[in-house]
């Protein structure tokens, strides 16, 4: 059975399972009833949130690659990019991003894999900080709510410390890897000789990052903040017009567990299951009921899923508007 395959088969049971332990513990039309009452004010400044972390996303991905690609293109790659990530299985969303940037923006594989790693270390970095401190500021959480933010907690910083490893000490693998290959004579084959090649263009491109200058780092630094900020934001007020009735620290809290199911590699198809876990976890851990938690956790994922599909269409029609215009010169 072929890895893709696999993948796909372990995706749909993730969604079906999840979906149906979910979906068994509430009314269906609640979702219906909650998405109806929702303002439409509410909707419109969430989409504006929305697509200003796309703004600043583009724009760190326009600062880690020189500034050689426009903000433009790649806030139309990065459109596509999220749409993709959020429907594809296992976050194998991302390689549609290095994919565009290759056949975009003639860039190699190496730039695309490099500077998409980086974009997650800072994310998960950023993210980490945020939860800490959003849990440090919450009280009167639900008995057995600290285990959830340990196991948190022990997630992201285990993810910031593989992905630095990879960053900082990514020639030392490579070298190692690299003997291993040599020594079963793996550079021989096709596929051994095509990821020793782009293993070396991907940690030459960190090498670029590391030894870039004081502004380079402060504004990826910056630019992944407001990411985040605005993110958190768009949290607050997707949860305020479903009439979630929380303080600020404790929706922002709650939501995090949203944050955490959307970067797992076990998400399902569309992250159906999977992000409204996340979400119901966290609103129960501070005190929400079980029912509420589950269907405003589908009002969400269905508000974030429209975002997502708005943006990825123009995205791709932009796209594909610009092959239209370059074949008919």
Request: with cysteine; glycine share 8%.
């Given at each position: 059975?072929?890895?893709?395959?696999?993948?796909?088969?372990?995706?749909?049971?993730?969604?079906?399972?999840?979906?149906?332990?979910?979906?068994?513990?509430?009314?269906?039309?609640?979702?219906?009833?909650?998405?109806?009452?929702?303002?439409?004010?509410?909707?419109?400044?969430?989409?504006?949130?929305?697509?200003?972390?796309?703004?600043?996303?583009?724009?760190?991905?326009?600062?880690?690659?020189?500034?050689?690609?426009?903000?433009?293109?790649?806030?139309?790659?990065?459109?596509?990019?999220?749409?993709?990530?959020?429907?594809?299985?296992?976050?194998?969303?991302?390689?549609?991003?290095?994919?565009?940037?290759?056949?975009?923006?003639?860039?190699?594989?190496?730039?695309?894999?490099?500077?998409?790693?980086?974009?997650?270390?800072?994310?998960?970095?950023?993210?980490?900080?945020?939860?800490?401190?959003?849990?440090?500021?919450?009280?009167?959480?639900?008995?057995?709510?600290?285990?959830?933010?340990?196991?948190?907690?022990?997630?992201?910083?285990?993810?910031?410390?593989?992905?630095?490893?990879?960053?900082?000490?990514?020639?030392?693998?490579?070298?190692?890897?690299?003997?291993?290959?040599?020594?079963?004579?793996?550079?021989?084959?096709?596929?051994?000789?095509?990821?020793?090649?782009?293993?070396?263009?991907?940690?030459?491109?960190?090498?670029?990052?590391?030894?870039?200058?004081?502004?380079?780092?402060?504004?990826?630094?910056?630019?992944?903040?407001?990411?985040?900020?605005?993110?958190?934001?768009?949290?607050?007020?997707?949860?305020?017009?479903?009439?979630?009735?929380?303080?600020?620290?404790?929706?922002?809290?709650?939501?995090?567990?949203?944050?955490?199911?959307?970067?797992?590699?076990?998400?399902?198809?569309?992250?159906?299951?999977?992000?409204?876990?996340?979400?119901?976890?966290?609103?129960v851990a501070v005190g929400v009921t079980k029912e509420v938690a589950i269907y405003t956790g589908f009002g969400f994922h269905l508000?974030?899923?429209?975002?997502?599909?708005?943006?990825?269409?123009?995205?791709?029609?932009?796209?594909?508007?610009?092959?239209?215009?370059?074949?008919?010169?």
């Amino acid at each position: 059975m072929g890895s893709r395959l696999l993948t796909k088969i372990v995706a749909v049971l993730i969604t079906v399972v999840l979906l149906l332990l979910l979906s068994t513990q509430i009314a269906p039309e609640d979702i219906i009833i909650t998405l109806k009452n929702i303002n439409p004010v509410y909707l419109v400044s969430g989409f504006i949130l929305y697509t200003g972390t796309y703004v600043f996303r583009a724009w760190r991905f326009h600062i880690l690659l020189n500034k050689e690609v426009s903000i433009k293109d790649l806030f139309f790659i990065t459109c596509v990019h999220n749409m993709m990530n959020n429907l594809l299985p296992a976050r194998t969303g991302e390689l549609s991003y290095i994919y565009l940037l290759k056949t975009r923006q003639k860039k190699t594989t190496g730039e695309g894999l490099a500077t998409l790693i980086i974009a997650r270390i800072f994310d998960f970095m950023v993210i980490s900080f945020f939860f800490l401190v959003l849990f440090l500021s919450i009280d009167n959480l639900i008995p057995g709510a600290v285990i959830l933010v340990v196991t948190g907690v022990l997630f992201l910083l285990f993810m910031v410390f593989l992905l630095l490893g990879v960053l900082f000490y990514g020639n030392v693998l490579l070298k190692i890897f690299e003997k291993f290959a040599y020594s079963i004579n793996f550079k021989n084959f096709r596929a051994g000789d095509y990821i020793l090649n782009k293993g070396k263009d991907t940690f030459q491109c960190f090498e670029k990052f590391k030894n870039g200058s004081m502004n380079l780092h402060l504004s990826v630094i910056f630019l992944s903040i407001g990411i985040w900020v605005l993110s958190y934001a768009l949290f607050y007020v997707i949860a305020v017009s479903m009439n979630i009735q929380l303080d600020a620290v404790q929706i922002l809290f709650a939501s995090s567990f949203a944050v955490f199911s959307s970067v797992l590699p076990i998400q399902g198809i569309g992250g159906f299951g999977t992000m409204e876990g996340g979400w119901a976890l966290g609103f129960v851990a501070v005190g929400v009921t079980k029912e509420v938690a589950i269907y405003t956790g589908f009002g969400f994922h269905l508000i974030i899923l429209l975002y997502t599909l708005l943006l990825g269409t123009i995205g791709y029609l932009a796209i594909h508007s610009e092959d239209t215009i370059k074949k008919s010169l």
